[in-house]
């Protein structure tokens, strides 16, 4: 069974400097909820409800927000505020928060590591990452587990990207078709291919399901590209011995750690609320030609 959901936070954020010098990345709002808070969602929607929040020096206001603030549940309940204040509340129970500290950002792989205090060795567990971004009733983190308990190896989500520039950005499998639709058997894994040499088009997205194996892996994995334990060099060992599973993504995904996806996860998740969808979607259109001239007129190459 798997219980834990761990999720890393303990990066530096540095592709949303100034924005992430005093405030984390993952608390950057989409819409009136920072992005952790999706994904926390997200987990407890596909049925896992203990988290761990790798985190690290600066950051323990995401803890903050997973916990009670009294002194703001009483200002809103004498102000009779009281959908403010059952939203704050339902916070501090929508799951079980535990924190443990990275203390340097050794990379993802040695960000996974420190769940081994967590986590019993033999454990299977799921690992999400805030940058990517699901819809707020995304099924796939189950469907993920699920494909791991019917056969006892990692899992991981992919992404077919057709640009291959876009895909030397990513860690890249290679594979065969699986035993279901939409999988796929891993056997190895290339990060960041150059352009014309990757095995496949399908690139690994932050959603794994690993087994606790993978902790004892990942300690005898030595530092790997940009001087970093990588996850994906641990991946590797994994699927020498036997190969995993890969999931193809069949459903809206954004890649909200860089800021164009940022952006279209902010109107995507904005479009499809009751309360803005429709004012928004109406601004956008009578506003096309002003923003069309503010971008230059040059919209061609948009994705
Ligand atoms: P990123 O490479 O996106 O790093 O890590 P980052 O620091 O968050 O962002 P940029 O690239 O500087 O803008 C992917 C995920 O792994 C976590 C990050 O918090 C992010 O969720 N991470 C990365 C750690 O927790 N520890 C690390 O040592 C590295």
């Known amino acids: 069974m798997v219980r834990t959901a761990v999720v890393p936070v303990a990066g530096l954020g540095t592709r949303f400097l100034p924005a992430t010098k005093a405030v984390p990345k993952e608390l950057l709002p989409l819409v009136d909820r920072p992005a952790i808070q999706y994904v926390v969602e997200e987990v407890v929607h596909n049925g896992l409800e203990d988290v761990l929040l790798v985190t690290a020096?600066?950051?323990?206001?995401?803890?903050?927000?997973?916990?009670?603030r009294l002194d703001l549940e009483a200002a809103l309940a004498?102000?009779?505020?009281?959908a403010d204040l059952a939203e704050v509340r339902a916070l501090a129970e929508l799951a079980?928060?535990?924190a443990v500290r990275q203390h340097e950002p050794l990379g993802l792989g040695h960000a996974v590591l420190m769940a081994a205090g967590h986590v019993d060795a033999d454990e299977s567990f799921a690992v999400l990452l805030g940058d990517d971004l699901l819809e707020p009733d995304s099924t796939f983190l189950g469907r993920m587990v699920a494909a791991h308990?019917?056969?006892?190896?990692?899992?991981?989500?992919?992404?077919?990207?057709?640009?291959?520039?876009?895909?030397?950005?990513?860690g890249v499998v290679a594979a065969e078709p699986g035993e279901r639709d939409g999988e796929v058997?891993?056997?190895?894994?290339?990060?960041?291919?150059?352009?014309?040499?990757?095995?496949?088009?399908?690139?690994?997205?932050?959603?794994?399901v690993l087994p606790g194996r993978v902790l004892e892996v990942l300690r005898d994995t030595p530092p790997g590209r940009g001087g970093e334990i990588q996850l994906t060099d641990a991946l590797r060992t994994l699927a020498a011995e036997r190969p995993i599973v890969g999931l193809v993504l069949d459903e809206p995904r954004h890649d909200a750690g860089e800021k164009l996806g940022f952006l279209t996860a902010t109107l995507a998740l904005a479009a499809r609320r009751p309360d803005?969808?429709?004012?928004?979607?109406?601004w956008l259109h009578a506003n096309l030609a002003d923003?069309?001239?503010?971008?230059?007129?040059?919209?061609g190459g948009a994705r």
Do not use: N
């Open 149 to 170: 308990e019917r056969t006892g190896v990692a899992v991981v989500a992919l992404l077919r990207v057709d640009d291959p520039d876009r895909l030397a950005q990513y």
């Open 276 to 282: 803005l969808g429709p004012d928004l979607v109406a």
């Open 96 to 98: 079980t928060i535990h």
């Open 185 to 208: 058997w891993v056997h190895d894994l290339v990060e960041k291919p150059a352009p014309g040499t990757a095995p496949s088009d399908l690139a690994v997205i932050g959603r794994y």
């Open 78 to 82: 004498a102000k009779g505020r009281d």
């Open 57 to 68: 020096a600066g950051k323990s206001a995401i803890e903050d927000h997973f916990d009670r």
């Open 291 to 299: 923003l069309e001239a503010r971008a230059g007129g040059d919209t």
